[in-house]
């Protein structure tokens, strides 16, 4: 198993296909991430971001109880260019 410092700076990436958009999978998902890493990592808090224009990313992140905390400039991997990430915190 890995150490909470490990945890902490591990990051995850969730996509999916247009064809699931919708249907309720990435909520599933990141509700299952967050009982996961309060519940048996035991770490504290959860950091979260997703582009300015994902409205869909950041409404799941808000109704799993994130708050949002800024924005900051980065470049996106994905998109091959510098995009707004909207930054969230979620506190166990």
Same mark, same amino acid.
């Given at each position: 198993?890995?150490?909470?410092?490990?945890?902490?700076?591990?990051?995850?990436?969730?996509?999916?296909?247009?064809?699931?958009?919708?249907?309720?999978?990435?909520?599933?998902? *990141?509700?299952? &991430?967050? $009982? +996961?890493? /309060?519940?048996? !990592? #035991?770490?504290?808090?959860?950091?979260?971001?997703?582009?300015?224009?994902?409205?869909?990313? *950041?409404?799941? &992140?808000? $109704? +799993?109880? /994130?708050?949002? !905390? #800024?924005?900051?400039?980065?470049?996106?991997?994905?998109?091959?260019?510098?995009?707004?990430?909207?930054?969230? &915190?979620?506190?166990?």
């Amino acid at each position: 198993m890995y150490s909470a410092l490990q945890m902490a700076k591990a990051r995850l990436v969730i996509g999916s296909s247009r064809g699931v958009w919708g249907c309720g999978f990435g909520l599933e998902a *990141a509700e299952r &991430l967050v $009982r +996961l890493v /309060f519940e048996d !990592v #035991g770490l504290s808090a959860i950091r979260a971001g997703c582009a300015d224009d994902n409205v869909a990313s *950041a409404a799941v &992140l808000t $109704r +799993l109880g /994130f708050d949002r !905390v #800024g924005d900051v400039r980065v470049f996106s991997q994905s998109r091959e260019t510098e995009i707004i990430q909207r930054r969230f &915190l979620l506190m166990a």
